[in-house]
């Protein structure tokens, strides 16, 4: 296994597996020598960061052609932007108890402001939310609350 060939293996993002499959060793031979020869680990290390500066790099390539998606995609990546949906609730906060029928109306009650829920300010709900919620009596232990959700 030749620090150029394992590097260049990394540089492709190999795993561990498949350098060892590459070379036809075993996983464990990879790793064994990885712990014993420093070299060996710095040339994986090097290969792996260097295979994310091509992908930046393309990256990069893609966005200054005008990629909206990619220029997203980085703005959360890198900047820690995000998408912002505005909703407040409109009731008072909800007391928790650990009672059965304190989980069953908080259940109920998250439902309703689910299937009330219009992001962005817009007129459509969120679809997929069910009609109708039915809570399920199995046992009155508060651990045990199953839910029925009907289309």
Not at 115 to 144: C, H, K, M, W
Request: charged residues 25%; aromatic residues 6%.
């Amino acid at each position: 296994m030749s620090l150029e060939a394992v590097e260049q293996l990394s540089r492709l993002n190999c795993t561990d597996r498949e350098i060892a499959a590459f070379f036809r060793v075993t996983p464990a031979a990879v790793t064994q020598r990885k712990q014993r020869d420093p070299q060996f680990a710095e040339a994986i290390e090097r290969g792996r960061q260097l295979g994310c500066l091509s992908i930046r790099r393309a990256q990069m390539r893609l966005l200054n052609k005008g990629s909206a998606q990619i220029a997203i995609w980085l703005g959360k990546q890198l900047l820690h932007q995000r998408d912002k949906v505005d909703y407040q609730a409109e009731e008072s906060p909800v007391e928790i108890s650990d009672s059965h029928d304190a989980r069953r109306a908080l259940l109920s009650r998250f439902f309703e402001e689910l299937r009330n829920f219009t992001p962005n300010g817009n007129d459509q709900p969120v679809p997929g939310i069910p009609e109708r919620l039915e809570l399920a009596n199995g046992t009155e232990s508060s651990s045990n609350l199953s839910v029925i959700l009907h289309p």
